[in-house]
Protein backbone atom coordinates (compact mmCIF):
# COMPACT_ATOMS: atom_id res chain seq x y z
CA UNK A 1 0.00 0.00 0.00
CA UNK A 2 0.99 3.52 -1.23
CA UNK A 3 2.10 6.22 1.45
CA UNK A 4 -0.88 8.19 -0.39
CA UNK A 5 -3.39 5.32 0.46
CA UNK A 6 -2.27 4.94 3.59
CA UNK A 7 -2.67 8.45 4.92
CA UNK A 8 -6.12 8.93 3.16
CA UNK A 9 -7.14 5.24 4.90
CA UNK A 10 -6.12 6.96 7.83
CA UNK A 11 -7.68 10.35 7.33
CA UNK A 12 -11.22 8.06 6.25
CA UNK A 13 -11.19 6.72 9.61
CA UNK A 14 -11.02 9.70 11.56
CA UNK A 15 -14.27 11.17 9.84
CA UNK A 16 -17.74 10.71 11.24
CA UNK A 17 -19.61 10.89 7.93
CA UNK A 18 -20.24 7.68 4.73
CA UNK A 19 -16.35 7.71 3.96
CA UNK A 20 -16.81 5.99 0.82
CA UNK A 21 -14.36 7.42 -1.99
CA UNK A 22 -16.32 8.89 -4.99
CA UNK A 23 -13.58 10.23 -7.18
CA UNK A 24 -9.93 9.07 -7.61
CA UNK A 25 -7.08 10.66 -9.06
CA UNK A 26 -4.27 9.27 -9.70
CA UNK A 27 -0.93 10.79 -11.49
CA UNK A 28 -3.04 13.43 -13.31
CA UNK A 29 -0.64 15.46 -16.12
CA UNK A 30 -2.42 18.41 -18.06
CA UNK A 31 0.68 19.63 -20.25
CA UNK A 32 -0.21 22.18 -23.31
CA UNK A 33 1.91 22.43 -26.16
CA UNK A 34 4.35 25.26 -27.06
CA UNK A 35 4.95 25.86 -31.02
CA UNK A 36 6.90 27.95 -32.86
CA UNK A 37 9.06 28.33 -35.96
CA UNK A 38 7.42 28.54 -39.72
CA UNK A 39 6.24 24.93 -39.25
CA UNK A 40 4.69 25.54 -36.17
CA UNK A 41 6.58 22.52 -34.30
CA UNK A 42 6.65 21.82 -31.26
CA UNK A 43 9.15 23.22 -29.30
CA UNK A 44 8.34 22.75 -25.59
CA UNK A 45 4.93 22.43 -23.56
CA UNK A 46 3.57 24.11 -20.47
CA UNK A 47 3.08 21.27 -17.29
CA UNK A 48 0.10 23.13 -15.99
CA UNK A 49 -0.48 19.89 -14.08
CA UNK A 50 2.21 17.54 -13.37
CA UNK A 51 1.60 14.36 -11.20
CA UNK A 52 -1.79 15.08 -9.01
CA UNK A 53 -3.06 11.85 -6.77
CA UNK A 54 -5.63 12.47 -4.04
CA UNK A 55 -8.63 10.87 -3.07
CA UNK A 56 -12.05 12.38 -2.41
CA UNK A 57 -14.60 10.79 -0.08
CA UNK A 58 -18.44 11.19 0.07
CA UNK A 59 -19.79 14.06 1.53
CA UNK A 60 -16.44 15.90 2.44
CA UNK A 61 -14.80 19.26 1.06
CA UNK A 62 -11.80 19.19 -0.08
CA UNK A 63 -10.20 22.39 -0.52
CA UNK A 64 -7.22 23.44 -3.07
CA UNK A 65 -5.21 26.40 -2.80
CA UNK A 66 -1.87 27.86 -3.86
CA UNK A 67 -0.38 30.95 -6.11
CA UNK A 68 -2.44 32.32 -9.32
CA UNK A 69 -0.90 30.21 -12.12
CA UNK A 70 -0.21 26.86 -10.18
CA UNK A 71 -3.01 24.72 -12.01
CA UNK A 72 -5.48 24.82 -9.67
CA UNK A 73 -8.00 25.96 -12.69
CA UNK A 74 -6.89 23.43 -14.82
CA UNK A 75 -7.09 20.47 -12.33
CA UNK A 76 -10.72 21.33 -12.12
CA UNK A 77 -11.48 21.73 -15.84
CA UNK A 78 -9.22 18.06 -16.28
CA UNK A 79 -11.40 16.43 -13.46
CA UNK A 80 -14.31 17.32 -15.13
CA UNK A 81 -13.17 16.23 -18.49
CA UNK A 82 -13.62 19.49 -19.88
CA UNK A 83 -10.16 18.89 -20.54
CA UNK A 84 -8.47 15.87 -22.31
CA UNK A 85 -5.47 15.18 -19.83
CA UNK A 86 -2.10 14.02 -21.11
CA UNK A 87 -1.91 11.03 -18.74
CA UNK A 88 -3.25 10.19 -15.55
CA UNK A 89 -6.53 7.76 -14.33
CA UNK A 90 -9.74 9.63 -12.84
CA UNK A 91 -11.89 6.60 -11.03
CA UNK A 92 -15.53 7.98 -10.30
CA UNK A 93 -17.86 5.81 -8.07
CA UNK A 94 -15.58 2.40 -9.41
CA UNK A 95 -15.35 3.67 -13.22
CA UNK A 96 -12.63 4.75 -15.16
CA UNK A 97 -13.98 8.62 -16.54
CA UNK A 98 -11.48 8.52 -19.65
CA UNK A 99 -12.34 4.87 -20.69
CA UNK A 100 -16.27 6.29 -21.29
CA UNK A 101 -17.65 7.87 -24.25
CA UNK A 102 -21.00 8.73 -26.49
CA UNK A 103 -23.84 7.74 -24.43
CA UNK A 104 -22.13 6.52 -21.29
CA UNK A 105 -19.92 9.63 -20.75
CA UNK A 106 -23.22 11.95 -20.84
CA UNK A 107 -24.46 9.90 -17.86
CA UNK A 108 -21.54 10.23 -15.79
CA UNK A 109 -21.31 13.83 -16.45
CA UNK A 110 -24.67 13.88 -14.59
CA UNK A 111 -23.03 13.43 -10.99
CA UNK A 112 -19.79 15.68 -11.01
CA UNK A 113 -20.91 19.58 -11.85
CA UNK A 114 -19.20 22.32 -11.95
CA UNK A 115 -19.65 25.90 -10.52
CA UNK A 116 -17.19 28.28 -12.46
CA UNK A 117 -15.51 31.55 -10.83
CA UNK A 118 -16.85 34.45 -12.26
CA UNK A 119 -20.99 34.94 -12.02
CA UNK A 120 -20.75 37.72 -14.79
CA UNK A 121 -19.55 35.55 -18.17
CA UNK A 122 -20.69 32.23 -16.91
CA UNK A 123 -24.38 33.19 -17.47
CA UNK A 124 -25.49 33.75 -21.07
CA UNK A 125 -26.92 36.91 -21.04
CA UNK A 126 -29.46 36.13 -23.87
CA UNK A 127 -31.13 33.16 -21.84
CA UNK A 128 -33.51 33.79 -18.94
CA UNK A 129 -32.77 32.51 -15.36
CA UNK A 130 -35.15 29.74 -16.58
CA UNK A 131 -33.57 29.06 -19.41
CA UNK A 132 -29.94 28.75 -17.73
CA UNK A 133 -31.20 26.94 -14.26
CA UNK A 134 -33.02 24.81 -16.53
CA UNK A 135 -30.27 24.15 -19.60
CA UNK A 136 -29.57 20.49 -18.08
CA UNK A 137 -32.86 19.12 -18.53
CA UNK A 138 -32.98 19.73 -21.60
CA UNK A 139 -29.67 18.34 -22.42
CA UNK A 140 -30.66 14.73 -20.33
CA UNK A 141 -34.24 14.89 -20.89
CA UNK A 142 -35.00 11.47 -19.08
CA UNK A 143 -34.39 13.35 -15.56
CA UNK A 144 -37.34 16.10 -15.36
CA UNK A 145 -40.39 15.33 -17.48
CA UNK A 146 -40.55 18.34 -20.07
CA UNK A 147 -44.04 19.45 -18.59
CA UNK A 148 -42.70 19.55 -14.93
CA UNK A 149 -39.47 21.47 -15.97
CA UNK A 150 -40.95 25.30 -15.09
CA UNK A 151 -41.91 24.04 -11.20
CA UNK A 152 -38.48 22.03 -10.77
CA UNK A 153 -36.28 25.26 -11.48
CA UNK A 154 -38.23 27.15 -9.37
CA UNK A 155 -37.83 24.38 -6.71
CA UNK A 156 -33.97 24.86 -7.24
CA UNK A 157 -33.95 28.82 -7.26
CA UNK A 158 -35.95 28.40 -3.88
CA UNK A 159 -33.67 26.41 -2.79
CA UNK A 160 -30.49 28.45 -3.45
CA UNK A 161 -32.46 31.40 -1.26
CA UNK A 162 -33.69 33.03 -4.73
CA UNK A 163 -37.37 34.08 -5.30
CA UNK A 164 -38.64 31.48 -7.18
CA UNK A 165 -41.28 34.73 -9.33
CA UNK A 166 -37.88 35.86 -10.69
CA UNK A 167 -37.25 32.60 -13.06
CA UNK A 168 -38.04 34.88 -16.43
CA UNK A 169 -35.24 37.23 -15.52
CA UNK A 170 -32.59 37.74 -17.37
CA UNK A 171 -28.77 37.64 -15.80
CA UNK A 172 -28.26 41.38 -15.90
CA UNK A 173 -31.18 42.23 -13.75
CA UNK A 174 -29.32 40.46 -10.95
CA UNK A 175 -26.44 41.36 -8.35
CA UNK A 176 -23.05 39.58 -7.91
CA UNK A 177 -23.96 37.22 -5.08
CA UNK A 178 -27.41 36.46 -7.04
CA UNK A 179 -25.89 35.32 -9.75
CA UNK A 180 -23.53 33.28 -8.32
CA UNK A 181 -26.29 31.53 -6.75
CA UNK A 182 -28.42 30.65 -9.68
CA UNK A 183 -25.04 29.10 -11.52
CA UNK A 184 -25.16 26.94 -8.39
CA UNK A 185 -29.09 25.88 -8.33
CA UNK A 186 -27.34 25.10 -12.33
CA UNK A 187 -24.77 23.05 -10.77
CA UNK A 188 -27.21 21.04 -8.22
CA UNK A 189 -29.53 20.43 -10.98
CA UNK A 190 -29.04 17.16 -11.75
CA UNK A 191 -28.46 15.93 -8.64
CA UNK A 192 -24.86 15.26 -8.91
CA UNK A 193 -22.29 14.06 -6.08
CA UNK A 194 -19.94 15.74 -6.65
CA UNK A 195 -19.59 19.33 -7.37
CA UNK A 196 -16.64 21.06 -8.43
CA UNK A 197 -16.21 24.85 -7.06
CA UNK A 198 -13.85 27.06 -9.18
CA UNK A 199 -13.22 30.02 -6.91
CA UNK A 200 -17.16 30.20 -6.32
CA UNK A 201 -16.85 33.09 -4.13
CA UNK A 202 -13.84 35.12 -4.86
CA UNK A 203 -15.64 37.50 -7.37
CA UNK A 204 -17.63 38.74 -4.23
CA UNK A 205 -17.83 40.84 -1.34
CA UNK A 206 -17.11 39.48 1.65
CA UNK A 207 -19.93 39.69 3.25
CA UNK A 208 -21.47 37.75 0.21
CA UNK A 209 -18.83 35.72 0.16
CA UNK A 210 -20.02 35.09 3.88
CA UNK A 211 -23.70 34.02 2.59
CA UNK A 212 -22.71 32.01 -0.20
CA UNK A 213 -20.63 29.72 1.70
CA UNK A 214 -23.23 29.38 4.48
CA UNK A 215 -25.39 28.35 1.19
CA UNK A 216 -23.15 25.75 0.02
CA UNK A 217 -22.57 23.52 3.20
CA UNK A 218 -26.40 24.08 3.72
CA UNK A 219 -26.48 22.23 0.17
CA UNK A 220 -23.86 19.56 1.54
CA UNK A 221 -25.66 18.52 3.98
CA UNK A 222 -29.11 18.47 2.75
CA UNK A 223 -27.91 16.61 -0.64
CA UNK A 224 -25.05 14.65 0.47
CA UNK A 225 -22.55 16.82 -2.19
CA UNK A 226 -18.82 16.24 -2.40
CA UNK A 227 -17.08 18.99 -2.76
CA UNK A 228 -13.35 20.33 -4.79
CA UNK A 229 -13.45 23.60 -3.83
CA UNK A 230 -10.75 26.09 -5.46
CA UNK A 231 -9.43 29.22 -3.69
CA UNK A 232 -6.82 30.74 -2.72
CA UNK A 233 -8.59 32.67 0.46
CA UNK A 234 -6.95 30.83 3.26
CA UNK A 235 -9.68 31.64 5.32
CA UNK A 236 -12.72 30.62 3.37
CA UNK A 237 -10.88 27.06 2.50
CA UNK A 238 -10.40 26.91 6.47
CA UNK A 239 -14.42 27.56 7.01
CA UNK A 240 -15.60 25.19 4.82
CA UNK A 241 -12.84 22.23 3.88
CA UNK A 242 -12.86 18.69 6.02
CA UNK A 243 -9.14 18.86 3.96
CA UNK A 244 -6.51 20.80 2.01
CA UNK A 245 -4.35 20.05 -0.52
CA UNK A 246 -1.63 22.95 -1.35
CA UNK A 247 -0.36 23.00 -5.03
CA UNK A 248 2.70 25.07 -6.12
CA UNK A 249 3.70 24.46 -10.14
CA UNK A 250 1.21 21.67 -11.00
CA UNK A 251 1.87 19.84 -8.08
CA UNK A 252 0.11 18.72 -4.85
CA UNK A 253 3.22 19.59 -2.31
CA UNK A 254 1.09 18.94 0.93
CA UNK A 255 -2.26 17.54 1.61
CA UNK A 256 -4.08 16.93 5.14
CA UNK A 257 -6.93 17.91 7.07
CA UNK A 258 -7.76 21.53 8.04
CA UNK A 259 -5.94 21.17 11.86
CA UNK A 260 -2.60 19.43 9.99
CA UNK A 261 -2.45 22.23 7.42
CA UNK A 262 -3.31 25.04 9.38
CA UNK A 263 -1.67 24.67 12.64
CA UNK A 264 0.98 21.96 12.12
CA UNK A 265 2.03 22.25 8.38
CA UNK A 266 5.64 20.54 7.55
CA UNK A 267 6.35 22.07 3.73
CA UNK A 268 8.30 25.12 3.10
CA UNK A 269 5.79 26.59 1.03
CA UNK A 270 2.60 26.01 3.02
CA UNK A 271 4.39 27.75 5.96
CA UNK A 272 5.37 30.66 3.36
CA UNK A 273 1.53 30.94 2.24
CA UNK A 274 0.11 30.96 6.15
CA UNK A 275 3.08 33.42 7.49
CA UNK A 276 1.48 35.47 4.77
CA UNK A 277 -1.90 36.18 5.90
CA UNK A 278 -2.70 38.99 7.80
CA UNK A 279 -3.44 38.70 11.78
CA UNK A 280 -6.32 40.43 12.63
CA UNK A 281 -5.12 41.41 16.61
CA UNK A 282 -2.72 44.51 16.07
CA UNK A 283 -1.25 43.37 19.77
CA UNK A 284 0.37 40.12 17.34
CA UNK A 285 1.92 42.00 14.82
CA UNK A 286 5.47 42.21 14.43
CA UNK A 287 5.83 39.41 16.57
CA UNK A 288 4.75 36.41 13.68
CA UNK A 289 7.17 34.11 12.12
CA UNK A 290 6.94 36.28 8.83
CA UNK A 291 8.25 34.31 5.82
CA UNK A 292 9.06 36.16 2.48
CA UNK A 293 10.26 34.13 -0.36
CA UNK A 294 12.77 34.96 -3.00
CA UNK A 295 12.85 35.16 -6.28
CA UNK A 296 9.68 34.77 -8.48
CA UNK A 297 7.36 31.68 -9.57
CA UNK A 298 9.45 29.33 -12.11
CA UNK A 299 7.56 29.25 -15.50
CA UNK A 300 5.55 26.25 -15.89
CA UNK A 301 7.14 25.76 -19.69
CA UNK A 302 10.22 25.19 -17.89
CA UNK A 303 10.17 24.02 -14.14
CA UNK A 304 13.10 23.49 -12.22
CA UNK A 305 14.77 20.37 -11.84
CA UNK A 306 14.41 18.17 -8.91
CA UNK A 307 12.02 19.90 -6.43
CA UNK A 308 10.03 22.68 -8.03
CA UNK A 309 10.24 24.98 -4.88
CA UNK A 310 13.71 24.75 -4.27
CA UNK A 311 14.26 27.86 -6.34
CA UNK A 312 12.43 29.90 -3.48
CA UNK A 313 13.13 27.42 -0.83
CA UNK A 314 15.54 28.41 2.38
CA UNK A 315 16.15 24.71 3.19
CA UNK A 316 17.53 23.93 0.14
CA UNK A 317 20.42 21.49 -0.17
CA UNK A 318 21.85 19.63 -3.63
CA UNK A 319 19.47 16.81 -3.11
CA UNK A 320 16.61 19.10 -3.38
CA UNK A 321 18.40 20.50 -7.19
CA UNK A 322 18.59 16.95 -8.42
CA UNK A 323 15.75 14.43 -6.94
CA UNK A 324 11.87 14.99 -7.00
CA UNK A 325 10.43 14.47 -3.77
CA UNK A 326 7.43 12.25 -3.17
CA UNK A 327 4.50 12.86 -1.60
CA UNK A 328 4.79 10.77 1.62
CA UNK A 329 4.14 11.06 4.87
CA UNK A 330 6.19 12.99 7.42
CA UNK A 331 5.97 13.51 10.81
CA UNK A 332 4.38 16.46 12.19
CA UNK A 333 4.32 16.03 15.99
CA UNK A 334 0.60 14.91 16.29
CA UNK A 335 0.69 11.75 13.20
CA UNK A 336 1.47 12.63 10.26
CA UNK A 337 0.66 13.48 6.81
CA UNK A 338 1.46 13.88 2.91
CA UNK A 339 4.13 16.15 2.18
CA UNK A 340 6.93 16.43 -0.82
CA UNK A 341 9.43 17.86 0.78
CA UNK A 342 13.29 16.25 1.25
CA UNK A 343 13.40 17.85 4.75
CA UNK A 344 9.53 18.52 5.87
CA UNK A 345 9.29 19.65 9.65
CA UNK A 346 6.49 21.23 11.22
CA UNK A 347 7.50 24.88 11.63
CA UNK A 348 5.16 26.97 14.13
CA UNK A 349 3.17 29.68 12.13
CA UNK A 350 2.33 31.99 14.76
CA UNK A 351 -2.11 31.10 16.18
CA UNK A 352 -3.85 34.29 14.96
CA UNK A 353 -6.00 35.03 17.43
CA UNK A 354 -9.91 35.59 17.34
CA UNK A 355 -10.19 39.32 19.06
CA UNK A 356 -13.95 38.56 18.82
CA UNK A 357 -13.95 35.58 20.93
CA UNK A 358 -15.68 33.64 18.45
CA UNK A 359 -14.13 30.41 17.11
CA UNK A 360 -13.58 29.80 13.30
CA UNK A 361 -17.08 27.91 12.94
CA UNK A 362 -18.99 31.23 13.73
CA UNK A 363 -17.04 33.61 11.68
CA UNK A 364 -19.89 33.34 8.81
CA UNK A 365 -22.49 33.32 11.89
CA UNK A 366 -25.53 35.60 11.18
CA UNK A 367 -25.02 35.63 7.49
CA UNK A 368 -28.38 34.28 5.49
CA UNK A 369 -28.39 31.71 3.57
CA UNK A 370 -31.29 33.41 1.72
CA UNK A 371 -31.42 36.09 -0.21
CA UNK A 372 -33.49 38.28 0.69
CA UNK A 373 -32.93 41.30 -1.27
CA UNK A 374 -34.88 42.00 -4.91
CA UNK A 375 -32.92 41.41 -8.17
CA UNK A 376 -31.06 44.51 -8.68
CA UNK A 377 -29.60 46.25 -11.66
CA UNK A 378 -25.73 45.40 -12.44
CA UNK A 379 -23.51 47.74 -10.75
CA UNK A 380 -25.82 48.53 -8.09
CA UNK A 381 -24.43 48.41 -4.63
CA UNK A 382 -24.10 45.40 -2.78
CA UNK A 383 -22.34 42.12 -4.33
CA UNK A 384 -19.79 43.82 -6.04
CA UNK A 385 -16.89 42.17 -7.73
CA UNK A 386 -14.16 43.29 -5.31
CA UNK A 387 -11.84 40.71 -4.47
CA UNK A 388 -11.06 40.57 -0.77
CA UNK A 389 -9.27 38.30 1.99
CA UNK A 390 -6.22 36.80 2.60
CA UNK A 391 -4.87 36.25 -0.95
CA UNK A 392 -1.84 33.23 -1.34
CA UNK A 393 -0.34 35.32 -4.19
CA UNK A 394 1.01 37.57 -1.45
CA UNK A 395 4.03 35.41 -0.97
CA UNK A 396 6.83 36.85 -3.11
CA UNK A 397 10.53 38.46 -3.29
CA UNK A 398 11.04 41.76 -1.25
Known amino acids: MTDLETTERATSDRGTNNRDIVLKARDLRKYYPIKGGVLQRQVGEVKAVDGVSFDLYKGETLGIVGESGCGKSTLGRVLMRLEEPTDGTVEFDGVQMYEQSGSAMRKMRRDIQIVFQDPYTSLNPRRTVGEIVGEPFNIHPDVVPKKGRRKAVQELLELVGLNPEHINRYPHQFSGGQRQRIGIARGIALNPKVLICDEPVSALDVSV???????????????????????????VVRHISDRVGVMYLGRLVEIG??????????HPYTQALLSAVPVPDPTLRGKRDQITLSGDVPSPANPPDGCHFHTRCWKVQDVCRTDTPELEVHQDGDGG?????????????????????????SLFAGQGERDNSDAVAAGAAGDGDVQSGPDTRAPSGG
Open 209 to 235: QAQVVNLMEKLQRELGLAYIFIAHDLS
Open 337 to 361: HLSRCHFAEVRQVIETQDVSGRGKD
Open 257 to 266: DEDEIYSRPT
